[in-house]
């Protein structure tokens, strides 16, 4: 495996000393800091909403939707235990005061989650899943979300070579997919960001 390699990687999954590196970079990139906050904001919660966040990394959209969701609870997923520790530590008061919950745990556990969440969300996760697991996760969520539910997923492609069309054509992948697992009002908005733009695909769940 190359070392550029091994380095990408640790943004799938942060472990060891080089998931620290990634988890950080992940916490305090400016591009990171947007892209988690202008995401819970097109979520547009409301003061009580239970909201699920999909690969919550060091924890800055939790702190978001906390945040915007004063009088709201939230769940964060995620396979990595360096990234789920860190996310605790972000949201130590809202871990106490019992609105904020953390599960270390990949794409399946969905299928375990008690439901209804009102509104969910992933930022720069779900490329890194291959399309058949995407859809049943897809599936999955729309199973747990309430009727009406809303569901933004963010992506802004960081390798190489990438474009703005990487970045929708991603989104048309996904609006599909989406689509296929029964959710409606499927609309993409793009957020501009250096080198490439990010886009959110936001969809309802059927009421």
């Given at each position: 495996?190359?070392?550029?390699?091994?380095?990408?990687?640790?943004?799938?999954?942060?472990?060891?000393?080089?998931?620290?590196?990634?988890?950080?970079?992940?916490?305090?990139?400016?591009?990171?800091?947007?892209?988690?906050?202008?995401?819970?904001?097109?979520?547009?919660?409301?003061?009580?909403?239970?909201?699920?966040e999909i690969g919550c990394g060091p924890g800055l959209g939790l702190a978001a939707a906390l945040a915007e969701g004063r009088q709201g609870r939230a769940l964060g997923l995620d396979h990595s235990p360096l990234?789920?520790?860190?996310?605790?530590?972000?949201?130590?008061?809202?871990?106490?005061?019992?609105?904020l919950s953390l599960l270390c745990a990949g794409l399946p556990a969905l299928a375990q989650l008690a439901g209804p969440f009102d509104k969910a969300f992933a930022v720069n996760v779900l490329q890194f899943v291959?399309?058949?697991?995407?859809?049943?996760?897809?599936?999955?969520?729309?199973?747990?979300?309430?009727?009406?539910?809303?569901?933004?997923?963010?992506?802004?492609?960081?390798?190489?070579?990438?474009?703005?069309?990487?970045?929708?054509?991603?989104?048309?992948?996904?609006?599909?997919?989406?689509?296929?697992?029964?959710?409606?009002?499927?609309?993409?908005?793009?957020?501009?960001?250096?080198?490439?733009?990010?886009?959110?695909?936001?969809?309802?769940?059927?009421?």
């Amino acid at each position: 495996m190359s070392v550029r390699s091994a380095i990408v990687g640790q943004f799938r999954r942060p472990h060891g000393l080089l998931g620290r590196l990634a988890g950080s970079v992940m916490a305090n990139r400016p591009s990171n800091r947007a892209r988690n906050a202008w995401t819970v904001r097109l979520l547009d919660l409301a003061p009580t909403d239970r909201v699920l966040e999909i690969g919550c990394g060091p924890g800055l959209g939790l702190a978001a939707a906390l945040a915007e969701g004063r009088q709201g609870r939230a769940l964060g997923l995620d396979h990595s235990p360096l990234m789920v520790a860190r996310a605790a530590r972000a949201n130590r008061a809202a871990l106490e005061e019992g609105r904020l919950s953390l599960l270390c745990a990949g794409l399946p556990a969905l299928a375990q989650l008690a439901g209804p969440f009102d509104k969910a969300f992933a930022v720069n996760v779900l490329q890194f899943v291959p399309a058949p697991a995407r859809r049943d996760a897809l599936a999955r969520l729309r199973a747990i979300l309430a009727a009406g539910g809303r569901v933004a997923v963010t992506f802004q492609p960081r390798l190489p070579g990438a474009t703005a069309k990487t970045a929708h054509d991603f989104a048309a992948a996904l609006s599909g997919e989406l689509a296929a697992a029964g959710f409606g009002g499927i609309r993409t908005e793009q957020l501009d960001l250096e080198p490439v733009p990010a886009v959110c695909v936001l969809a309802t769940a059927p009421r």
